[in-house]
């Protein structure tokens, strides 16, 4: 009842889920907040999955290594994964 599975839906979803009965949902519709009395409805849902990685400072990389060499997770000490879905579609 604290929300636990919300965020396991919301981890689902930014990762890429496509079957909207997976994460609890008839369509894309049911993730975007449709209002309430005091607050007015949203236009989009959106979540972001930050992520830290074991990134090497680059004082380390091998000799002669450009950005291109090294994998993607291993470039930054964080990357960041967002989905957006958006009322209008």
Not at 26 to 31: E, F, I, P, R, V
Not at 46 to 67: S, Y
Request: hydrophobic fraction near 40%; charge should be neutral; charged fraction near 20%.
């Amino acid at each position: 009842g604290c929300g636990k599975s919300n965020i396991v839906d919301a981890f689902f979803w930014v990762m890429g889920e496509q079957s909207h009965k997976h994460i609890r949902a008839g369509g894309s519709a049911d993730l975007i907040f449709n209002g309430s009395s005091k607050y007015q409805p949203l236009a989009l849902a959106e979540a972001t999955l930050v992520m830290e990685t074991d990134a090497p400072d680059t004082e380390n990389a091998p000799a002669g290594a450009t950005v291109k060499d090294i994998p993607i997770h291993l470039r930054a000490k964080e990357v960041s994964v967002t989905r957006r879905v958006y009322r209008t579609g």
